[in-house]
Each structure stands twice: as structure tokens, then as C-alpha cells.
């Protein structure tokens, strides 16, 4: 079975304070694909990343940086000098063989708040 | 630029009415999926279907349907709509080339549903 825990229910930070979001997942398969989503209050769920299970490199997209580690089940994602903008729910989501098909599995997402 | 499309944002129905929700995608995507979001849960897959006519269940299939005439278009039914039904609907579609699993999910801004 597969799954993903986002332990962090809800976080409220000060604007340009840095901020990690936390994500362990369990999957028996060895092939498999981590996301993150942004959900803004507007709704719509935006991909913001994808690893797949073989690459453990560490990526950073401006203030954005990914740290993804195996041999803790770990994919967490760090906003640093958060900005009020950042403020919405972030999902992870693993991808991993159900059947005969690939199947997205979420976690029930971190609500940020960042207050300026 | 992908772009999926739900039919309402808002919608209100009654207990007992035949509830159709339709998605549109227009990036020619082979995948499509139905989700539902609830506080607390995250999002739960009800259906996908992986190309015209096809459909698989879900995690939470029971109390819907689907239907998958056309590439760019699945629609989600309740049959006979109840008030445990009220909640985000999110649709969703993905390529299929190579590793579908592998490949994002694009999102459409939700219907929220409200069955009185």
C-alpha cells in the first residue's frame, strides 16, 4: 500500500522567515515519483516538482529547494524568506505502480500562512 | 499552455438529483481523473480512465459514476446525489507517454459541490 504523511497540519510564519515542509512516504516499490503541489486560495493545484526514486539529488528553484532522502522516506520541500504570496496548502504526492497503472497518492496537504 | 476546465465552480443540489459534473481538457492528454477534497483528507481519487471508454475505480468509487465519450472530456455523475457528497471536486489530466507515472497531473480550479 502506499501512502504520505504530511505531519504538519498548519504552519503560520513571519514574512522572510524560512520555513520546511515536511513528507514521509511508504511504497514496496522500488520505481516510483514524489511530487509537490501548491493549492493557492484560488483553488487550482499547481505542480511545483517531481522526483523520481532513483535520483536523490537535492534541487533548488530560486527560494525553493527539495531535499529528498531514501533512506529516511523523506521528500521535503524548504521555502526560504517566505513571502506572503507563498501563503497556501501544500500537498506531496507519491506516484507508484496500483494494478497496471500508476496511481497519485496525496497527503492531506500543510496550510502555510505566512503573515507580513 | 494546459488548460482544464470544469463546468461550475459552485454548484447546489438536492438530495436525490442526478448531479453531472463535466471536465474539459485541451492538451490532447490520454489520462484523465476525478478527485474529491475534504478538510482533513486530502484528495481522494473516485475514478480515472486512461483513454476513451476506459475507466478504473479509485479509492472511493461507491456513489459515482463516469463517462469517457470523447478524448478531452470526462464527466463525473452522481446518481442520486446525498449530503456526504457535498465537497470539492477536482479533475485533473496527465499524458500517458512513457512512464505515465512519471508524468504531472494538470488541475482544474474545482466544482464545489453543496447537496442540501
Known amino acids: 500500500a502506499q501512502k504520505v504523511t504530511q505531519a504538519q497540519t498548519e504552519i503560520s510564519v513571519v514574512e522572510k522567515e524560512d520555513v520546511t515542509l515536511d513528507c514521509v512516504y511508504e511504497t514496496r516499490d522500488t520505481t516510483y515519483y514524489l511530487f509537490w503541489y501548491k493549492q493557492p486560495p484560488s483553488g487550482e493545484l499547481v505542480f511545483l516538482i517531481r522526483?523520481?526514486?532513483?535520483?536523490?539529488q537535492n534541487e533548488i528553484s530560486g527560494r525553493y529547494s527539495w531535499n529528498f532522502q531514501k533512506s529516511t522516506s523523506s521528500f521535503n520541500f524548504t521555502i526560504t524568506a517566505s513571502q506572503v504570496v507563498d501563503s497556501a496548502v501544500y500537498f506531496c504526492a507519491l506516484s507508484a505502480l496500483w494494478g497496471s497503472n500508476y496511481k497519485l497518492t496525496f497527503g492531506k496537504g500543510t496550510l502555510l500562512t505566512v503573515n507580513p | 499552455d494546459v488548460k482544464v476546465t470544469q463546468s461550475s465552480r459552485y454548484l447546489v443540489k438536492r438530495t436525490g438529483e442526478k448531479v453531472f459534473l463535466e471536465c474539459v481538457q485541451d492538451m490532447d492528454h490520454e489520462n484523465m481523473f476525478w478527485y474529491r477534497q475534504d478538510p482533513g483528507l486530502g484528495l481522494r481519487l473516485i475514478y480515472f480512465s486512461y483513454d476513451v471508454k476506459m475507466k478504473e475505480k479509485g479509492d472511493i468509487p461507491e456513489g459515482y459514476s463516469v463517462s469517457r465519450e470523447k478524448k478531452e472530456r470526462f464527466s463525473l455523475i452522481l446518481e442520486s446525489a446525498s449530503t456526504n457528497q457535498t465537497s470539492m471536486y477536482l479533475c485533473?489530466?496527465?499524458?500517458?507517454?512513457?512512464?505515465?507515472?512519471?508524468?504531472?497531473?494538470?488541475f482544474g480550479p474545482g466544482t464545489r459541490l453543496t447537496v442540501l
Open positions: 522526483r523520481n526514486s532513483f535520483d536523490e
Open positions: 485533473a489530466s496527465s499524458l500517458s507517454t512513457g512512464t505515465s507515472g512519471y508524468n504531472e497531473q494538470f
